[in-house]
């Protein structure tokens, strides 16, 4: 099972509104645990590995939820990039780089916008359109959830 495919499982657990999902294929599985409405509040991955070995056992911080951000009247040309996913999210490929994007910088369609960090990977997430950053609506360090804005562009 690929990032994607655990990225989309997330995404159904969260909409669908069932309390516990288990998945297992081969030698991974994977079980996801919300709260009723809740976001996600736990997410566990383990794998099997040979008998000589023991069963290693991975768990990712439960996400917080974010503070909705003040909702800013914006015409109505600007596009939203929103979060593909649940994580944390990080303006800089590392601490001591420069952050990927400003407010004022002009993007390219595919570009890298920011990195979020789920279940220990580092998602790059590029820009589905180019325009100019407007806004960025989150801090960095952040955790953001699903479907979150991120960025306001303008064409």
């Known amino acids: 099972m690929d990032v994607k495919q655990i990225q989309e499982l997330i995404r159904f657990v969260a909409k669908a509104g069932v309390t516990e999902v288990s998945l297992e294929q081969g030698d991974f599985k994977i079980t996801i645990k919300t709260q009723g409405d ?3 509040q736990q997410m566990q991955q383990v794998y099997q590995v040979p008998a000589q070995a023991p069963q ?4 990712a911080p439960a996400p917080q939820a974010a503070a909705p951000a003040p909702a800013a009247p914006v015409a109505d040309t600007t596009i939203t990039i929103k979060s593909p996913m649940i994580g944390t999210f990080y303006q800089k490929p590392s601490p001591d780089k420069e952050a990927f994007v400003k407010v004022g ?16 990977l580092f998602n790059e997430i590029e820009a589905e359109v180019s325009g100019t950053v407007v806004k960025i609506l989150v801090n960095d360090t952040t955790p953001v959830e699903y479907d979150q804005p991120l960025f306001i562009l303008e064409p």
């Open 38 to 40: 809740a976001p996600v």
């Open 56 to 59: 290693q056992q991975m768990s």
């Open 105 to 120: 910088d002009k993007i390219t369609k595919g570009q890298v916008v920011c990195v979020i960090e789920a279940m220990k």
